[in-house]
């Protein structure tokens, strides 16, 4: 969360860069998606990351098979182990339909600015927490754990830009760059399931995952979002994949489904669906609004980002009913704004709802 500030002004500085090179990098109405899959990732995770980190937590204190004291030959360890077991989350949330769904809201974005970087899913870590837990049975502190996950965390973000072309040979043989992570969010078929690497990319090159940046990149997934609504973007993929699982097949076909590669369906169903190739011509997902509703909203994204930011930062201060209050305050804001800039009939009735329980809760909280 100290680092928020970080992110805007580097998403302001690659917004500098957009304008004086005329390169077109961010679309508001993509961008305000994206960020708004972060906020809603921070608010939820009020209530998650405590469930998320107690399993490596527990059997760091009962099963730990060493004590490693801190060093920094520790830390250097630790640092390859979370990249290694980063690499094996994120390839497996590329090829297993069911951890799919936790992240492809990441993926789903057609731009690729640093605005996508923030782009997260709000469930990625109940899956991701468990590719962590060798590292407890090994010995490595929680706290050193969530720091140095933290720093990978962290690192990935500048990672999301078109502004920084290939770096010298030994960086890029070495570690994750622009180049690499821009060839992972690509939807060119011989760029799908590529370039997992967290930090490093040395893991791809060693397994076989690894596709150098050659033709430009076609951002997004293979079945486009088309919504501006962060809320849905979670639940898009389980909503296809409840589709799928109510096609007449067997119950163990049902059981496959789930943990096969994205696309996989039983033979009587028309069996494996490979992506299909694509053009540069693909037309993006939009939804022309109004300058002045544009305006309208990003005002409205500023307060919320002010409010949301103080709660985080202030959290030991509101009481369980206030956090909840305050959440669903947030969730609903974020919602009304995807469904103004997709013109819903019912968009205004939502967003007047919306304003009535804003000045409701903020009187609630200054009693």
């Given at each position: 969360?100290?680092?928020?500030?970080?992110?805007?002004?580097l998403?302001g500085l690659?917004?500098?860069i957009?304008?004086?090179?005329?390169?077109?990098l961010?679309?508001?109405?993509?961008a305000?998606t994206n960020?708004?899959?972060?906020?809603?990732?921070q608010?939820?995770?009020v209530?998650f990351?405590?469930?998320?980190?107690?399993g490596?937590?527990y059997?760091f204190?009962?099963?730990?098979?060493?004590?490693l004291?801190?060093s920094?030959l520790v830390?250097?360890?630790?640092?390859i182990?979370?990249?290694?077991f980063?690499?094996?989350?994120?390839?497996?949330?590329?090829e297993?339909?069911?951890?799919?769904g936790?992240h492809i809201v990441h993926?789903?974005?057609?731009?690729?600015?640093?605005?996508v970087?923030?782009?997260?899913?709000?469930?990625q870590?109940f899956?991701?927490m468990?590719?962590?837990?060798?590292?407890?049975?090994?010995?490595?502190?929680?706290i050193?754990?969530?720091?140095?996950?933290?720093f990978?965390?962290?690192?990935?973000f500048?990672?999301?830009?078109k502004?920084?072309d290939?770096m010298?040979?030994?960086?890029e043989y070495?570690f994750?760059?622009?180049s690499?992570?821009?060839v992972?969010?690509?939807?060119?078929?011989?760029?799908?399931?590529k370039?997992?690497?967290?930090?490093?990319?040395?893991?791809d090159?060693?397994?076989?995952t690894?596709?150098p940046?050659?033709e430009?990149?076609?951002?997004?997934?293979?079945?486009?979002?088309?919504?501006?609504?962060p809320?849905?973007?979670?639940?898009d993929?389980?909503?296809?994949?409840?589709?799928?699982?109510?096609r007449?097949?067997?119950?163990?076909?049902?059981?496959?489904?789930?943990?096969?590669?994205?696309?996989?369906?039983?033979?009587?169903?028309?069996?494996?669906?490979a992506?299909v190739p694509?053009?540069?011509e693909?037309?993006?997902f939009?939804t022309?609004?109004?300058?002045?509703?544009?305006?309208?909203?990003l005002?409205?994204?500023i307060i919320l980002l002010v409010?949301?930011s103080?709660?985080?930062?202030?959290?030991d201060q509101?009481n369980?009913?206030?956090?909840?209050l305050?959440?669903g305050?947030?969730i609903?804001?974020?919602v009304?704004?995807?469904?103004l800039?997709e013109?819903?009939?019912?968009?205004?009735?939502?967003?007047?709802?919306?304003?009535i329980?804003?000045?409701?809760?903020l009187?609630?909280?200054?009693?």
């Amino acid at each position: 969360m100290l680092s928020i500030p970080v992110f805007f002004i580097l998403i302001g500085l690659e917004l500098l860069i957009s304008y004086l090179k005329k390169t077109n990098l961010y679309r508001f109405d993509d961008a305000i998606t994206n960020i708004s899959c972060g906020v809603l990732q921070q608010i939820t995770g009020v209530f998650f990351k405590t469930i998320v980190i107690l399993g490596y937590v527990y059997i760091f204190e009962h099963w730990r098979i060493f004590t490693l004291n801190e060093s920094i030959l520790v830390y250097i360890l630790l640092f390859i182990g979370i990249d290694f077991f980063y690499y094996w989350f994120h390839r497996y949330a590329h090829e297993i339909n069911l951890f799919w769904g936790t992240h492809i809201v990441h993926h789903q974005s057609e731009e690729y600015n640093f605005s996508v970087a923030l782009r997260q899913s709000s469930f990625q870590g109940f899956v991701s927490m468990i590719f962590y837990l060798p590292l407890a049975f090994i010995g490595f502190h929680p706290i050193a754990f969530i720091s140095m996950n933290a720093f990978q965390t962290l690192y990935q973000f500048w990672i999301h830009t078109k502004t920084i072309d290939k770096m010298p040979w030994m960086i890029e043989y070495i570690f994750n760059t622009p180049s690499h992570h821009r060839v992972h969010h690509g939807r060119n078929p011989q760029y799908i399931d590529k370039n997992h690497g967290g930090t490093l990319i040395i893991f791809d090159r060693i397994f076989g995952t690894f596709e150098p940046e050659v033709e430009p990149v076609i951002y997004g997934v293979t079945k486009p979002l088309a919504s501006w609504n962060p809320l849905w973007a979670n639940f898009d993929w389980y909503a296809d994949m409840w589709t799928d699982l109510k096609r007449p097949m067997s119950w163990t076909d049902r059981i496959k489904l789930l943990f096969m590669k994205p696309g996989w369906l039983p033979e009587n169903e028309g069996g494996y669906h490979a992506p299909v190739p694509i053009s540069q011509e693909t037309q993006k997902f939009k939804t022309p609004v109004s300058l002045r509703l544009n305006y309208y909203i990003l005002i409205q994204y500023i307060i919320l980002l002010v409010g949301a930011s103080f709660f985080l930062f202030n959290l030991d201060q509101f009481n369980i009913l206030n956090q909840l209050l305050i959440t669903g305050m947030v969730i609903l804001s974020i919602v009304s704004f995807g469904l103004l800039l997709e013109h819903k009939k019912w968009a205004r009735a939502i967003e007047i709802c919306r304003l009535i329980l804003l000045v409701a809760l903020l009187i609630i909280l200054l009693k």
